[in-house]
C-alpha cells in the first residue's frame, strides 16, 4: 500500500526526497461496504493526481515515496494515534491523542468526515480496526518515508523533504476562495527548513507566473514538523497546490492545465534537488 520510487539507474542520486500521503486512490472492498458514502464523495479527501505531478522525481535523482491506500482509510500526515473516542464502541488506549484540533474537525489518523463535513462511516468502529490500518498502511508509509530521508542523509549529510498536497479552490460553503493562491508553501513559520528551501521554491514558482502565498492557510502538518530539523541537516517544506490549476474537481479529472503544472514542478524538483549541500548540512 505504499510506493516508493527511486532514481533511475545510472542517475546521479540527489539528497531530495518527495513525500505524497494524500494521493492514493486504492480502496479496499472492506472500506467501502463500512462507508455510507459512495465511492466518488469518499474521494472528495484525495490530493488527486498529486503523485503524478510530481512523477519526474526519480528521473531527477530524487526518492518519490506515495501512499497507495486513501487519505480517507487512514491519513500518514497525523500522529500515529490521532483518535475520535465518538469513532469507537471500546475505550481507547491512554496514549491516544483525542484532543487535538484535528480530531475535533473530524480529522484524525481515521477520519470520521471527508473533506466536505460528511459522515464516512454507517457504524462504530473496533479500535483493533485502527490498530490494524496504523500496521498496514501508516507504519510502512513512515519506515519508508524515514529510510529515504536516511539514504539521502548518509549520502550527502543532509536532507531536503518536499511534502506534497493540493488544496481545493472553493470554500466549504462553495463560494470562491477570494485572493487565494496558486500555491502555498509552509515551513513551520521558519521552523522546519532553512530559508533558502523555500525562498529558492518561491522565487521560481513566482518566476513562472504562480501566486505564492507563505503559512496561510497551511503552515505545515505532522509530516512537515515531525520530519523538519534544520540544525540537524534535515529540512521539511509543504507544498499545497490549487486544484482548479490542474484538474477539473467535480469529475475529478486532469484538465488542460495539467501538463504546464507537471512541467513547473519538475523545475522546482531540479531546483531544490541542486541546492548547496554545504548550505544545508547540520550546523556545528
Not at 545510472?10 to 461496504?33: D, E, I, K
Not at 475505550?91 to 491516544?96: E, K, R, S, T
Not at 523533504?161 to 477570494?178: F, I, T, V
Request: hydrophobic share 40%.
Amino acid at each position: 500500500m505504499v510506493a516508493v520510487a527511486g532514481p533511475q539507474p545510472g542517475a546521479a542520486t540527489r539528497p531530495l526526497v518527495l513525500s505524497s500521503p494524500h494521493s492514493g486512490a486504492t480502496y479496499p472492498p472492506a472500506f467501502l461496504r463500512q462507508s455510507r458514502l459512495d465511492p466518488v464523495s469518499l474521494r472528495r479527501s484525495e490530493d488527486c493526481f498529486v503523485d503524478r505531478l510530481f512523477a519526474s522525481a526519480p528521473r531527477r535523482g530524487a526518492t518519490l515515496v506515495r501512499a497507495l491506500f486513501p487519505r480517507a482509510y487512514v491519513d500518514p500526515n497525523r500522529e500515529p494515534y490521532e483518535l475520535d473516542p465518538a469513532m469507537f464502541r471500546d475505550n481507547l488506549p491512554a496514549f491516544a491523542n483525542t484532543r487535538s484540533l484535528r480530531v475535533l474537525g473530524g480529522l484524525g489518523t481515521i477520519a470520521r468526515v471527508v473533506a466536505d463535513g460528511a459522515e464516512i462511516y454507517r457504524e462504530k468502529l473496533a479500535f483493533a480496526e485502527a490498530e490494524a490500518r496504523i500496521a498496514e498502511c501508516y507504519r510502512p508509509y513512515h519506515a519508508a518515508l524515514a529510510e529515504a530521508i536516511g539514504s539521502a542523509e548518509r549520502g550527502h549529510g543532509m536532507a531536503i523533504l518536499l511534502d506534497c498536497h493540493s488544496m481545493p479552490s472553493l470554500a466549504n460553503g462553495g463560494e470562491e476562495h477570494k485572493g487565494r493562491p496558486d500555491i502555498v508553501l509552509g515551513d513551520r513559520f521558519g521552523m522546519s527548513c532553512a530559508a533558502v528551501v523555500i525562498e529558492t521554491a518561491e522565487r521560481l514558482l513566482r518566476t513562472r507566473g504562480y501566486r505564492v502565498g507563505r503559512n496561510d492557510p497551511y503552515a505545515g502538518g505532522y509530516i512537515t514538523h515531525h520530519y523538519g530539523r534544520p540544525r540537524r541537516g534535515r529540512h521539511a517544506l509543504q507544498i499545497e497546490i490549487n486544484r482548479a490549476l490542474y484538474m477539473d474537481e467535480t469529475r475529478l479529472e486532469p484538465n488542460r492545465g495539467f501538463a504546464q503544472v507537471q512541467a513547473d514542478l519538475d523545475a522546482l524538483i531540479e531546483a531544490l534537488a541542486g541546492l548547496p549541500e554545504t548550505d544545508l548540512k547540520a550546523a556545528p
